[in-house]
C-alpha cells in the first residue's frame, strides 16, 4: 500500500448533499444487488462502511479528530461528516488506524477495497486512486493425501452426509453448490450434473463419478424435487452451509487431524489431485468454474514436476567405468614436435667451445 499520507484529492463526491449515511448505503445497496452481489457480500459492505462512519464521527480516536467545521455559519460547532464531504485524507487515515490496531494484511485490503466500490466506482469519486491494497502472502492450499480422504468418508455414519463428502471431492465443488443441487440438476443415468449459473459464475456440467452414480439414483425416489440434500428424510427444507460445514468438520475430528479441515479443503484436495492424474489446466478450470486461469494455476505449485532427471543422473548413466577404458600412451609427434629451450642452449655451446689443436 502506497503512503497514506500522500497528497489528498480535494475534489468531492458526486453524491447529493442531502444524503446522509443510511441514504448512501441505500443508495449503494441498490447498485450492489443489481451487479449480482450476494446479501453476505452486501453484509460485509455494511459492516466496512459502519466502521469507518464511526472512525470519522468517534472523538476518542487515536488520531487528530476528523471533523467537518461548519464554514458558512457564524456557529462553532462541528458536525459529523457526511458522505460528499469525504475526502482522501479521511480514508488514509482510517487505513492507518487498522495498521497501528495491527489488523490482518487480508482485513485492511478487504476495506481498501469495500472503500473503493463505494466511493469511487460507484459514487464516481478519485478518493482511492494509488492507495494500494497491502500484499497478502499466499501460502500453499493444505491438500489431504488419499488415504485421509478415505479415512474421511468412512467416519459419514449416515449416507447423506457420505455423498455430501464424496460430491465435495469428487466433483470439486463449493459447499454453496452442493447444498443447490436438486434433482432435475442430474441427468437421466445421474451421469451428468448441471450447475446452473450463481452469481458471476457461468453455469457449468461436470462428470459424476462413476461409484457415486448407484447411490444418486437410488436415493431420487424420496428426495425432493427442491433440494437434493435435505436437513432431514421427513423434512423438505434444503440442507444449510453451516450444517454442510459441520459435518465435515465432525468427520475430521473422528479422524484425528490435526489442522483444521473444511469443504474448500477437499476443493483444493480435488484440484490438486486432478493435476497429479495428468488433467490438463484448461479442463481444470471448467470444472472449478474458474474466469480467471491464474486462479487455477495456483495449484501447480502443489504439484512436482514429473519425470525430472537431473544432468547428473544421465551424466552418470552414460558415463562407461573407469575399468572398461582403453589404455593408451600418448606418443608426440616427431615432425611436429620442436625443440626445447635447453636443447637449443646446448647446441649453441657445443659450437662455441674452442677446439684443440693437435700437439
Keep these: 500500500m502506497n503512503n497514506p499520507g500522500s497528497p489528498s484529492c480535494t475534489r468531492p463526491l458526486a453524491i447529493p448533499a442531502t444524503w446522509d449515511w ?8 441498490t447498485q450492489l444487488r443489481a451487479f449480482g452481489y450476494k446479501g453476505g457480500t452486501r453484509r460485509l459492505y455494511r459492516q ?11 472523538p476518542t480516536r487515536s488520531h487528530r479528530p476528523l471533523r467537518f467545521q461548519v464554514s458558512n455559519s457564524n456557529s462553532s460547532s462541528s458536525l459529523s461528516l457526511l458522505p460528499y464531504q469525504i475526502r482522501r485524507e479521511h480514508i488514509c487515515a482510517y487505513l492507518n488506524e487498522l495498521r497501528e490496531r495491527r489488523r490482518s494484511a487480508s482485513w485492511i485490503g478487504m476495506n481498501t477495497a469495500v472503500l473503493r466500490m463505494l466511493f469511487d466506482r460507484l459514487a464516481g469519486g478519485e478518493l482511492t486512486d494509488g492507495i494500494r491494497t497491502p500484499r497478502i502472502p499466499r501460502p500453499l492450499p493444505r491438500i489431504l493425501t488419499d488415504r485421509q480422504i478415505d479415512l474421511l468418508f468412512r467416519q459419514a455414519t449416515h449416507s447423506r452426509d457420505r455423498l455430501l463428502l464424496q460430491l465435495l471431492y469428487g466433483c470439486g465443488l463449493k459447499v454453496g453448490e452442493v447444498v443447490r443441487i436438486r434433482c432435475e440438476h442430474f441427468n437421466q443415468e445421474a451421469t451428468i450434473l ?5 452469481g458471476t459464475a457461468p453455469p457449468r456440467q461436470i462428470p459424476v463419478p462413476t461409484c457415486l452414480r448407484n447411490a444418486i439414483l437410488a436415493n431420487r425416489h424420496w428426495k425432493t424435487p427442491d433440494a ?12 444449510s452451509v453451516r450444517t454442510a460445514e459441520h459435518i465435515v468438520r465432525q468427520c475430521a475430528l473422528r479422524v484425528g487431524l490435526a489442522e483444521p479441515v473444511t469443504s474448500m479443503t ?3 484436495s480435488f484440484a490438486v489431485h486432478a493435476l497429479r492424474a495428468g488433467m490438463q489446466v484448461r479442463v481444470l478450470q ?8 491464474e486462479t487455477t494455476l495456483k495449484y501447480e505449485r ?18 562407461p567405468e573407469p575399468s572398461s577404458l582403453p589404455r593408451t600412451t600418448f606418443v608426440p609427434d616427431q615432425h611436429h614436435q620442436r625443440p626445447g629451450m635447453l636443447s637449443r642452449l646446448k647446441s649453441r655451446l657445443l659450437n662455441l667451445r674452442p677446439s684443440r689443436s693437435p700437439d
Aim: hydrophobic fraction near 45%; charge should be positive; aromatic fraction near 10%.
Design 286 to 293: 471448467e470444472l472449478l468454474g474458474h474466469r480467471c486461469i
Design 266 to 268: 477437499l476443493r483444493h
Design 48 to 58: 466496512v462502511l459502519r466502521s469507518f462512519y464511526q472512525f470519522t464521527t468517534s
Design 228 to 239: 437434493f440434500f435435505v436437513a432431514a428424510r421427513s423434512s423438505t427444507r434444503p440442507l
Design 302 to 319: 502443489c504439484v512436482p514436476p514429473a519425470n525430472v532427471i537431473s544432468p547428473l543422473d544421465r551424466l552418470e548413466r552414460t558415463a
Design 22 to 29: 443510511p441514504k448512501f448505503w441505500s443508495a449503494a445497496d
Design 194 to 198: 448441471h450447475l446452473p449459473a450463481i
